[in-house]
């Protein structure tokens, strides 16, 4: 059990498990009446780092309009081809849970892991997510990028809290 910083996952996902379609789209979602951000600001005011994966980052970066959204907070983004810093992030090449362990083990507030699937499946798979909030979007969308990728073992969860944003659903674990 760390007694450290906890790793969060806060994503959304479609109903049938899909967190974007197959050409990154997330056009679904946005089309889906919520409650003001649903909860969005009160999550990130709780966290201190955010983490992402080089596809998250590069999306970020061709779709977000206006400033970088997690400017103020430290952001890691794991890639293979990048390396050093730029004004937002710092790019990471090293093993992945190696790099987490090390940073969970500092001082400082939650961490985030902001996406994408290849990154989560990894944290997944080595037990590094502490706790995971997922909005669930009342939209089947049938295919596209999931939330989660097959498995060789079983996590284990606890229920921790429900909360609704008008039609958004979102369900509170915590890794047992």
Known sequence: MNHGRKLYLYIAT?????????????EWLFKVEGEGDNGYSEFFNTIDTVLMGR?????IIKNDVGEFPYK????????KTLTGKNDHVEFINEDITS???????????????????ELLHHFIKNYLVDEF????????????IPLFNELD??????????????????????LI
Do not use: M
């Open 55 to 59: 596809k998250t980052y590069d999306w």
């Open 153 to 174: 073992t079983e996590v284990k969860l606890k229920l921790r809290n429900i909360r609704r944003f008008n039609q958004f659903v979102e369900l509170h674990y915590e």
């Open 133 to 144: 909030i997922i909005t669930i979007a009342p939209t089947i969308i049938g295919k596209g």
């Open 14 to 26: 479609s109903l049938d498990g899909y967190i974007a379609t197959l050409d990154d789209s997330l």
């Open 72 to 79: 103020n907070k430290p952001c890691y983004v794991f890639s």
């Open 99 to 117: 790099f987490t362990k090390r940073l969970k083990s500092t001082t400082g507030g939650n961490i985030w892991i902001v996406g994408g699937g």
